[in-house]
């Protein structure tokens, strides 16, 4: 249940209450007894239970953009080179 929080505009009296969600507002202060309590909006707080909740939980990477192409580029055509470079050591020793 949450606590609600609430003042009263003609004595300035503050308290707060634990109430249920269906729960009426209060009216009458309990200070100098006028109808005059006012619920206030307060910041709520509450607790991020289980994964997926911070920064830390995601993946890492997913920002970073992908390499380039031009480091994949040399990988290519370094077996084709050495391919080339039997081919011709082979015709070097039947001359």
Same mark, same amino acid.
């Given at each position: 249940?949450?606590? &609600?929080? &609430?003042? @009263? ?5 503050q ?13 009458? @202060?309990?200070? @100098? ?6 619920r206030l909006?307060?910041? %709520?707080?509450f607790?991020?239970k289980?994964?997926?909740? &911070? #920064? %830390?939980d &995601? $993946? $890492? ?7 380039? #192409? ?6 290519s055509?370094?077996?084709? %080179?050495?391919t080339?470079? $039997?081919?011709?050591g ?6």
């Open positions: 249940m949450p606590i &609600y929080e &609430y003042r @009263c505009e003609g004595c300035g009296h308290l707060e209450k634990l109430q249920s969600f269906s729960d009426d507002p209060l009216v009458a @202060c309990p200070a @100098c007894g006028a109808d005059l309590l006012k909006i307060s910041q %709520t707080s607790h991020l289980g994964g997926g909740w &911070y #920064a %830390t &995601y $993946k $890492k990477g997913s920002s970073a953009p992908p390499p380039p #192409a031009e480091s994949k580029a040399p990988a055509p370094a077996p084709a %080179t050495t080339a470079s $039997k081919s011709d082979a015709s070097s020793s039947s001359t």
